[in-house]
């Protein structure tokens, strides 16, 4: 599967990288414009708020879990978390 994507898959909506900076039709930017774009787009903040709020209940619920399974269940804490 992964040779077919390698042959048959496009790089681009516009075609293909190499055959693109061979035209000259692909734009250059620099990595602090990029940088700059990125950091003013708010779907890319909603993205990352939500996954650290995610992550932090995660870890907290893992926390959590693995005392009640101790607490409730008398499981050595290796086997609770």
Known sequence: VGVLCLLFAKD?????????EKKGDLK??????????DMSNNRMWCMAISYA???????????IVTTYFFD???LPLATAG
């Open 12 to 20: 681009l909506p516009d075609g293909q990288f190499k055959d693109l």
């Open 28 to 37: 250059t930017t620099s990595a602090s414009t990029l940088f700059a774009m």
């Open 53 to 63: 709020f995610c992550f932090g209940i995660e870890l907290t619920t893992n926390n």
């Open 72 to 74: 409730q269940f008398g």
